[in-house]
């Protein structure tokens, strides 16, 4: 009895510790935003209004999670109606064939303290490319709903003609820099 008792420990304990814990995006309390150069004097900035993402992690520090995530790219706006119609059209995004970009974890390593990098694959106007990106975990606190939550923001950068994102040549700029602020909320 005292044996099928500890196997029966064994297991619970190793089915809690290996257990996924799911996060959800807040995307009240979240952000995307982007900057590229215009004539190589300038930068234009926007952002994407409409996007979900999700967090999966075995363990309390995030180590080895999986994100996944997904914009509406016809949500896009920097805060001219005619720019953000021509970064629709198939000069830059064509959403009438590629209405979403996406992003899913390869790899999720903890590095100093507060700081890891993400992995994994971008996926933009039909293209895929493995990216690596630096991230800064802000933490976990409870809101005043009783939500655990966790911050995260990651920084990257990547080349638009890489994904075939090819208007403006000679105007805009190729490298567009971005920041995501994540607020995710754990599933209960």
């Not at 044996?3 to 809690?16: G, H, K, M, W």
């Not at 959800?24 to 930068?43: A, E, M, Q, R």
């Not at 080895?64 to 021509?86: L, M, P, Y």
Request: with cysteine.
């Amino acid at each position: 009895m005292k044996t099928i008792l500890l196997i029966l420990v064994a297991l619970t304990s190793t089915s809690l510790v290996n257990s996924q814990t799911k996060w959800n995006c807040d995307p009240s309390h979240s952000s995307i935003t982007f900057s590229v150069g215009y004539l190589g004097i300038s930068k234009v900035t926007g952002n994407f209004g409409t996007y979900n993402g999700t967090v999966s992690s075995e363990n309390t520090d995030f180590s080895n999670a999986k994100f996944d995530f997904t914009v509406d790219v016809s949500t896009i706006n920097t805060g001219i109606e005619a720019r953000d119609n021509h970064l629709k059209s198939p000069d830059f995004f064509d959403i009438a064939q590629f209405p979403n970009m996406s992003f899913t974890t390869t790899s999720f390593k903890k590095g100093k303290k507060n700081t890891y990098k993400l992995e994994g694959v971008m996926t933009i106007k039909g293209v895929s490319k493995t990216m690596s990106f630096d991230v800064n975990y802000g933490g976990n606190a409870t809101d005043n709903y009783g939500n655990e939550r966790a911050g995260f923001t990651i920084l990257g950068k990547i080349n638009r003609s890489d994904f075939q994102i090819n208007g403006g040549k000679g105007f805009v700029g190729e490298e567009v820099t971005f920041t995501l602020d994540f607020n995710f909320i754990k599933s209960k």
